[in-house]
């Protein structure tokens, strides 16, 4: 079993800066896809920035603001958000894909929210 826990969010002015991280423990996988979506109130979730492989796919909405990194030997992916907007704030859920299985596992997710 797998698990995901977030953390990082918090409340932030536009144009501040937040960075969330994502820790995976649990069963020890190797991963298709893994990264972060969110979800704004009243809207589907989407994709933020998601790592697979060597390349990296990021919403149009937030690259060049957001970058995501991961550090295998500490089993965490961050997210490093800057030039945050109020249209950002919304719950934040790390993703990640078993490469074999293709089972998708969640975190709970952590809000932001950003003042203008």
């Known amino acids: 079993q797998v698990q995901l826990m977030e953390s990082g969010g918090g409340l932030v002015q536009a144009g501040g800066s937040l960075r969330l991280s994502c820790a995976t423990s649990?069963?020890?996988?190797?991963?298709?896809?893994i990264g972060w979506y969110r979800q704004a109130a009243g809207k589907e979730r989407e994709l933020v920035a998601v790592?697979?492989?060597?390349?990296?796919d990021y919403a149009d909405s937030v690259r060049g603001r957001f970058t995501i990194s991961r550090d295998n030997a500490k089993k965490t992916v961050d997210l490093q958000m800057n030039s945050l907007i109020p249209e950002d704030t919304a719950v934040y859920y790390c993703y990640a894909q078993h490469l074999s299985s293709l089972r998708e596992y969640w975190g709970q997710g952590t809000q932001v929210t950003v003042s203008s």
């Open positions: 790592m697979r492989g060597a390349s990296t």
């Open positions: 649990g069963s020890p996988f190797r991963t298709r896809r």
